[in-house]
Structure formats: structure tokens, C-alpha cells
């Protein structure tokens, strides 16, 4: 059983609160069709479980099929240092078939970020070490592709579709 | 499940094709680490996720001082079309004639499939197994397990 072995804390970008009795964890990749479709799951999922769950997202890029995941998840990780993670976490998602500079500028534009300091992080690759080292933690962890769900620290082996992890969620809760 | 040989025991020697015009064998690595990753086929939805994984932290490996080999029964011309889709950057074995034999050697063959299970080896720079793996066919072992093997090669 693989089990979370960085812990997740106050440098994590998390949804609720770190104390609430079932945290899940996702490794994702914003360009990765699955995690689209994963996208739309967990937001039923944190609906139906409000406080009681607490979501959390780490940068899992697989950058040699998927050429924008890189620069996407270190927009994101820009976008996080103003307070504005998951407002560009939604945003990517849901723009996933535009990824690219264009895109990265319009939305850190429609999130009132300022899109040639974006275009300057992206650069210099400010964020880049960040999301490297968030991506071996993973492979560290068994994350073995994207999505991969960690559900109290537990690997969510099943599929990631809503009933599936609504289930591991509900049995974390009663446990 | 096949019985693969287990760590302690001498890793096979090999000569098998990697390009279409060359052969690459396991005793011109002496001296290297070596990671040998047995996959079932080209193009199938779980190893593309596994071989994609290893491409990515190649790094990790490299930094152990170890060579990444992925090995299935699939002929040469079938790895470089894949490898070129996927932008791999590591030689894919063809295991392909005699069928298999590679594999059966390892103990990584699946007979009733007639392919290679997923078995991960990690030879160290002497050409003894250290460490070894067979996963279920459909499971992505991941690169854990690689990676705590050559940690503890360096101990």
C-alpha cells in the first residue's frame, strides 16, 4: 500500500481546513485529460462533503507528452503566490484545449495578475524548482501517473470517478 | 504470476536490438547501475503511464549513476514509433527474436500472453540483481520502489 510520504501542510494549496477528518490529496497534471475530467468530480465531491473534507492539489507535470503542463502548473504556482491559486487551477482546467502563453497571459489578466511579471516568472523559471521537487516528492510517494488521489494518506487505487471516491472519502470519515 | 529471479541472483547477459541497426548488451554497462524495466507491449494504456513516469525523472536515475533500459517483446521498428509518439528518451529493448527469450531468462515472461510481465530489475555495477519486482499486468509499479533499490546500493 503506498502511503503520502511528504506530509501535507501550510506550504500545500489547500481547500478547507488541514484539521478536517478526510483530506485528499490529488497529483495532477493540467494538461492530462483525466484530470480535466477528475476536475469536474471533485467538485461534486467537496459539495457533497463540505467541511468535512479538505482538498489539496500538488503540481504533478508530465512534461515530455504533455508540452504545456510545465508552464501551466508554474502559472498556477504565480498565480498562488498573489492568493489566487485556485482561481487559476479552475481556470486552466476548464481552458485546457487553449493551453499556452496566450492563454496563461489572458487569465492571469482576468485574474487582475500582472501578465508580463507572469511572462518574467515563466522565464526565469521562478517556480520551477518548486514544481520539480513537488513532482519527485510524488514519485517518491508511488504517484504513477496523473490523476493520483491520496485519501488520508492512503493511495486511492480505485478509479477516479465520483462514486468511487465518495465511497474511500465516506469510509475515511467513519473510520 | 511468473517467478522472477529474485535479488542476490547474476543478471542474465543479453545482446538485443535497440535501433535498427544496432544491438546493445547488459555487459557493455559493467561498471554502471542498471534499471531494467519489463513491459508488456508498446501503445497499451498502463505502460505508456509507466514508460512516460521513467521519462520524466530520468534525472533521478542519472543521478544514481544508473542506466535506464525498457524491455518488452515488441520488434524494433514498433519501440522507435513509440518512443518517438511518446518523446522517450531512453532505449527501448526489442525482446523480439527468439521471442521472448530475454524475458523467460529473467523469468518475466508470460506464457499464456506470450509477453513480457511488468517486472522491474535493479543490477548494480557488477551485474548482480539487487532488487526485484513483478507487478500485477495491470498495475503501474510506479518508481518508488527503483528509486529506495538505488538509494540502497550507495549504503
Known amino acids: ?175 | 504470476m511468473a517467478e522472477i529471479l529474485p535479488a542476490g541472483s547474476t543478471a542474465p547477459d543479453f545482446q538485443l536490438p535497440v535501433t535498427p541497426d544496432q544491438k546493445l548488451s547488459l555487459g557493455e554497462l559493467r561498471g554502471r547501475s542498471v534499471v531494467l524495466a519489463f513491459y508488456p507491449a508498446d501503445w497499451s494504456p498502463v505502460c505508456g503511464d509507466q514508460m512516460a513516469l521513467y521519462n520524466e525523472i530520468l534525472s533521478e536515475f542519472q543521478h544514481h549513476n544508473a542506466s535506464l533500459l525498457g524491455i518488452s517483446v515488441d520488434g524494433v521498428w514498433c519501440h522507435t514509433a513509440f518512443a518517438k509518439d511518446r518523446n522517450l528518451h531512453f532505449p527501448l529493448l526489442a525482446d523480439f527474436e527468439p521471442k521472448g527469450a530475454v524475458s523467460r531468462a529473467y523469468g518475466a515472461y508470460h506464457e499464456e500472453y506470450g509477453i513480457s510481465e511488468r517486472a522491474l530489475f535493479v543490477i548494480d555495477k557488477d551485474g548482480i540483481i539487487r532488487w526485484s519486482y513483478c507487478s500485477p499486468l495491470a498495475v503501474n509499479p510506479g518508481a518508488d520502489g527503483i528509486l529506495d533499490a538505488l538509494e540502497g546500493l550507495e549504503k
Open chain 1, 1 to 175: 500500500m503506498s502511503t503520502l510520504k511528504n506530509p501535507v501542510g501550510e506550504h500545500d494549496h489547500v481547500k478547507g481546513e488541514l484539521n478536517a477528518p478526510a483530506v485528499l490529496v490529488e497529483y495532477g497534471d493540467f494538461q492530462c485529460p483525466h484530470c480535466r475530467m477528475a476536475h469536474a468530480v471533485i467538485h461534486r465531491v467537496q459539495k457533497h462533503f463540505g467541511d468535512r473534507l479538505c482538498f489539496v492539489f500538488r503540481n504533478f507535470p508530465l512534461t515530455q507528452i504533455h508540452p504545456y503542463a510545465q508552464a501551466a502548473a508554474e502559472t498556477a504556482e504565480f498565480a498562488g503566490a498573489y492568493g489566487k491559486f485556485w482561481e487559476m487551477h479552475d481556470l486552466l482546467f476548464e481552458h485546457q484545449e487553449r493551453l499556452g502563453d496566450g492563454l496563461f497571459a489572458e487569465l492571469a489578466e482576468k485574474l487582475g495578475l500582472d501578465p508580463a511579471e507572469l511572462a518574467k516568472a515563466l522565464e526565469d523559471g521562478t517556480y520551477t524548482s518548486k514544481v520539480r521537487s513537488g513532482f519527485t516528492g510524488g514519485v517518491r510517494s508511488g504517484v504513477n501517473g496523473t490523476p493520483t488521489f491520496f485519501i488520508n494518506g492512503e493511495r486511492h487505487n480505485g478509479p477516479a470517478d465520483y462514486d468511487s471516491l465518495a465511497r474511500k472519502i465516506s469510509e475515511a470519515l467513519e473510520s
